[in-house]
């Protein structure tokens, strides 16, 4: 397992793209705005906890659906795609940020993770891919994903971000930055 | 053959495959971390029931929402239905709920890869 560096806490405490955001909300508006490690235990409380307040805050129902089921993906995405490393103390660490907003209807998400230096040229090329194609391009695109026979660990298989850029119907926001020489810091912004 | 009967949990749905009746159902809502392990014994009951099918078998999906990891193994599900379609005659029920364009798009999109006929059943609840 590669050594990062121990405080990639404090590079997303830091990160003025994060900062901005999260600035951009009301405490009541606010609805979640998490930095730490992630892992299966801390994504499914967090999700029991956004899909809480998001019935108590959504009145229509389709979108409150809408907006939780990209959440279900992103922060599943979040902990698939967080390249494990070493925090220095021979533990495997997975530190990543996830902030939910709301501006009258429109809901914004951002997550951000450290990712290897080698994966962020194909990373940035398929969300590039994603970008370019509207509604029916996206269709298409998915369906050719979904039938092509391979699977990742977790089975999605690369369907992820595709499938967000389906449900949210807005293009993708994202944004990498150099840590050091084997990682990036990758971040995302998805409007709903 | 042995039904599959699975209690759903608030990460994945309810199953109840019975070869007698030859009624396969999937319910509820599919978002686990690995879909993989959940769909794989679905898949090799399908390839064993194919043998002592009933004439006639009805499938019905009633997803609230599934995830991008259980997309790819819903696919594996059908594939193996259309591998075992001719030895019963297979129909798919894709439920979705009033006006949940993702769910009845994301029907669509299997029924334009899978050889067996789809109906799409709008219900007012699911």
Request: glycine fraction near 8%; hydrophobic fraction near 35%; charged fraction near 30%.
């Amino acid at each position: 397992m590669p050594y990062i560096c121990s405080n990639l806490l404090e590079i997303l405490l830091e990160s003025k793209i994060i900062s901005d955001f999260v600035g951009q909300f009301t405490d009541a508006k606010l609805l979640m705005n998490f930095h730490g490690e992630v892992n299966e235990e801390r994504i499914g409380s967090i999700l029991g906890e956004v899909e809480q307040k998001l019935e108590n805050t959504e009145e229509d129902f389709k979108k409150q659906r809408k907006v939780y089921n990209i959440l279900v993906e992103g922060l599943q995405n979040l902990y698939h795609h967080t390249d494990a490393m070493s925090n220095g103390n021979d533990t495997e660490s997975r530190t990543a940020a996830f902030v939910l907003g709301r501006k009258e209807s429109e809901y914004s998400i951002l997550t951000a993770n450290f990712i290897e230096t080698e994966n962020i040229a194909p990373l940035r090329a398929k969300l590039d891919k994603i970008n370019s194609l509207d509604k029916d391009g996206l269709r298409e695109y998915y369906k050719e994903v979904l039938d092509n026979g391979q699977y990742s660990v977790h089975g999605g298989g690369g369907l992820g971000m595709i499938d967000i850029a389906r449900k949210s119907g807005n293009k993708l926001e994202y944004n990498f930055s150099d840590v050091n020489d084997h990682f990036g810091l990758y971040i995302l912004k998805i409007k709903v | 053959m042995d039904p599959i009967k699975i209690e759903g949990t608030p990460k994945t749905p309810t199953v109840n495959f019975d070869a007698e009746s030859g009624i396969l159902e999937v319910k509820g809502r599919s978002i686990p971390e690995n879909a993989i392990e959940f769909y794989k014994p679905l898949v090799d009951w399908i390839g064993n029931y194919g043998d002592s099918a009933k004439s006639n078998t009805v499938v019905n999906i009633q997803l609230e929402y599934f995830n991008t990891s259980s997309s790819k193994c819903i696919l594996d599900v059908f594939k193996k239905l259309e591998s075992v379609n001719g030895k019963t005659n297979i129909t798919i029920n894709w439920h979705y709920e009033e006006d949940d364009e993702d769910m009845l798009e994301a029907g669509e999109d299997y029924q334009a890869i899978i050889n067996i006929p789809f109906k799409m059943i709008e219900m007012e609840e699911m």
